[in-house]
């Protein structure tokens, strides 16, 4: 995974890709295993247990916010809270029109399965 | 040496108290004592009291914290794995989270334009539903402040892990996968971290969903600071 991480950042700092290195490499890697060259059991465990244990990661990142504490002003409080609701509208937006899609999707493939039906009934 | 010693040591007693916060938090399931939160708590007020500065604590810090590359890599395989369900859904997905991530854009610098911040702070907190490498990144090439895209990024994250279910719930979401796309969409990975707790199909979705927010993010950011700012 280290290696496709590499190839990832190389991939994107030659071609300038608005993507990260880390989102590229993933994208090689899915490429490959659906080619089949790498098998599911090579590396599911692996990927599985570091990602059950994401949230380590994120806790050195997240001390960073150490050497922001003097932006922590009445002012900002104001600009947090606004960026709080903007999320939290961002979440639920995501979610109604995923779930609205998704019934809808579940409606149409219904009414397409429905019209051979008919067909063979009629004919 | 020293610093390899001062690293080490920190990669331990960042370790030693996830492990026990991580038993703390599957007992009482509450958002607030998340291992990320607690931990993280823990360490600032060890940092502070200590007088250890922040590049001291990353000695280590930062060992952890670039296994973040390959741990985004490693999605590879559950994307695999659920590629019937991603395929089923990956119209939902997109609507979603390029719903979401357009919205978002909208009303964080709305609040921030009405609030009279200047340009680089307005920019810097676009992209804050997208992924932490890739929003600094963004911030950057638009002429943003991207030292406060990390801070940004880590409100949306956060805000979005701890309120965002409940606000979903109030909603009435009832599709666990729906979660899936809200928390990754709007979270970026601490969504995904967050989603394992709607099943594995959640995990899958979220983290399509985190990745379509970063496309999503390079495509209607510049669009969007030409739009404000002409």
Redesign the interface.
């Known amino acids: ?2 290696g ?2 590499w190839i ?2 190389w991939i994107q700092s030659i071609l300038h890709l ?6 590229v ?3 090689l ?2 490429i490959v ?2 080619m089949g060259w790498i098998r ?1 059991s090579w ?2 465990e ?3 247990w ?19 504490f003097d ?1 922590f002003t009445a ?1 900002t409080i ?3 809270v ?21 019934t809808w ?1 579940r409606s149409h493939r219904g009414k397409k399965e429905a019209i051979p039906c008919q067909h063979s009934s009629s004919e | 040496m020293s610093t390899f010693i001062i690293g080490i040591a920190m990669i331990a007693l ?2 030693a108290l ?1 492990i026990p916060a ?1 038993h703390l938090y599957q007992k009482v399931k509450w958002p607030i004592l ?3 939160l607690t ?2 708590a823990v ?2 007020v060890i ?2 009291i200590a007088g250890i500065k ?1 590049d001291t ?2 000695l280590g ?2 060992w ?2 670039d ?15 659920h ?1 019937a369900v991603l395929k ?2 990956i ?3 997109l ?3 390029f ?3 357009i ?2 854009m909208f ?2 610098s709305s ?2 334009l009405l ?1 009279g ?1 200047p340009k680089d702070i307005v920019i810097a ?1 676009l992209p ?2 997208v ?4 929003a600094i ?2 911030a950057d ?1 638009a002429g943003g402040n991207a030292s ?1 895209t ?3 990024v ?4 956060f ?2 892990i701890l ?2 279910p409940l ?2 719930k109030w ?1 009435r ?3 666990n ?3 899936g ?3 990754g ?3 970026h ?5 967050r989603s ?1 707790e709607y099943g594995e199909n959640a ?1 899958a979705l979220s983290s399509v ?1 985190m ?1 379509v927010s ?2 999503a993010g ?1 495509l209607f950011l510049p669009l969007w600071v030409w739009i404000i700012y002409g």
């Not at chain 1, 570091?50 to 922001?68: E, R, Y």
């Not at chain 2, 296994?67 to 994307?79: I, K, Y």
């Open positions: 995974m280290y496709f991480y990832g950042t608005p993507l990260t290195g880390s989102i490499g993933m994208l890697l899915f295993i659906r599911m590396g599911n692996g990927s599985s570091l990602q059950s244990h994401l949230q380590l990661l994120f806790i050195p990142p997240t001390v960073g916010i150490i050497n922001h932006f002012n104001l600009l947090v606004g960026l709080i609701l903007s999320t939290l509208v961002t979440c639920l937006l995501s979610a109604k029109i995923g779930e609205w899609l998704m999707k | 960042t370790v996830y991580t998340m291992p990320v931990s993280t360490i600032v940092l502070l922040l604590y990353m810090g930062k952890i914290q296994l973040l590359g390959p741990a985004v890599v490693s999605l590879a395989f559950p994307l695999s794995k590629m089923r859904n119209i939902p997905i609507g979603g989270t719903g979401g991530s919205v978002g009303t964080g609040v921030a609030l911040y907190l804050k539903s992924t932490t490498p890739v990144q963004l090439q406060f990390s801070l940004f880590m409100i949306a994250g805000s979005g309120f965002g606000i979903m909603a979401v009832k599709d996968n729906a979660y796309i809200g928390l969409a709007a979270s990975a601490l969504g995904m971290a394992f995990v969903s990745i970063a496309i390079s």
